[in-house]
C-alpha cells in the first residue's frame, strides 16, 4: 500500500526556470511534510517542511505547497540551478512519539545549464 | 553539535553470508533510530526503528533484524543474506516529532 507516491520518476528543467515537484498522499492523518534532496551515494538532506496547519511555506528559492483537501502538495524551486540536480524525496508524518517518515517514490531533477 | 556514522560505506558480501551493519549517534541523547533501505530504482522503505535501548520495531517482514545495545548504537543484522537484500542502506536519527530526520552517509551492500 503506497501511502506516498511521486508520479513522477524524472523531471528536466532549464537553469532559471522553474522546478515544480509534485506528491500525493493518502493517509489523512499526516500532519507533517518534509522534502528531503538526496545526491548518489549519500544519506538524503532535509530541505524544507510544512505543518498541515499551513498551506505554503517558503524559504529561499524553495517554496512548499499544501492542498490537504487534494492530499496533494508541491516543491517549487526558482530559479533552478545546476547544482539543484538531486533526487528529492517527500515525506509526510503523523502522530505518535515515534516520529515515522513516510518516503514517496522520489523525483529525479535535472537542470539543464 | 550531532554526528551520525554509519559504516562500512561499501561491501560485498556472498549469497548465505552474515551480515553486520553499525550506526552510532554522537552529541544527542535518547535519540529515535532508523534503518531504512533503497533498493535499484525504488523510494526509501523503511525497515526498523527504536526508540530506545532493546526496543526494536519492524516494519517490514524481511531475512533482517536490527538491535540497539546501547542508546546511541543501532545495528543491522542477517544470519543468512539473500540476493534481494541488495540495496543502499541508510541510518538516521531524530529527536521528537516534527523534527526532521538526519541520515548517515549510507552503506552500498551488493549481494553476489
Known amino acids: 500500500d503506497q501511502q506516498v507516491k511521486q508520479n513522477s520518476p524524472s523531471l528536466s528543467v532549464q537553469e532559471g526556470r522553474i522546478s515544480i515537484l509534485n506528491c500525493d498522499y493518502t493517509?489523512?492523518?499526516?500532519?507533517?511534510f518534509l522534502w528531503y534532496k538526496k545526491y548518489p551515494a549519500e544519506g538524503p538532506t532535509f530541505l524544507i517542511s510544512?505543518?498541515?496547519?499551513?498551506d505554503k511555506n517558503e524559504d529561499g528559492r524553495f517554496t512548499v505547497f499544501l492542498n490537504k483537501s487534494a492530499k496533494h502538495l508541491s516543491l517549487h524551486i526558482v530559479p533552478s540551478q545546476p547544482g539543484d540536480s538531486a533526487v528529492y524525496f517527500c515525506a509526510p508524518t503523523y502522530g505518535g512519539a515515534t516520529n515515522k517518515l513516510i518516503f514517496g517514490t522520489g523525483t529525479l531533477l535535472a537542470v539543464q545549464p | 553539535s550531532q554526528t551520525i556514522h554509519q559504516w562500512p560505506a561499501t561491501l560485498v558480501q556472498p549469497v548465505g553470508s552474515p551480515l553486520s551493519l553499525e550506526c552510532t549517534v554522537e552529541?544527542?541523547?535518547?535519540?529515535?533510530l532508523y534503518w531504512y533501505r533503497q533498493a535499484a530504482g525504488r523510494g526509501l522503505q523503511l525497515l526498523f526503528y527504536s526508540v530506545g535501548i532493546g526496543q526494536i520495531s519492524s516494519e517490514v517482514p524481511q531475512n533482517l533484524s536490527a538491535s540497539r545495545p546501547q542508546d546511541r548504537q543501532f545495528i543491522l543484522s542477517s544470519k543468512k543474506l539473500l540476493l534481494s537484500d541488495s540495496g543502499f542502506y541508510l541510518c538516521?536519527?531524530?529527536?521528537?516529532?516534527?523534527?526532521?530526520?538526519?541520515f548517515g552517509s549510507g552503506t552500498r551492500l551488493t549481494v553476489v
Open positions: 538516521a536519527w531524530s529527536r521528537d516529532r516534527p523534527h526532521g530526520y538526519t
Open positions: 493517509n489523512s492523518m499526516f500532519d507533517y
Open positions: 510544512i505543518s498541515s496547519i499551513k
Open positions: 552529541g544527542t541523547s535518547n535519540p529515535n
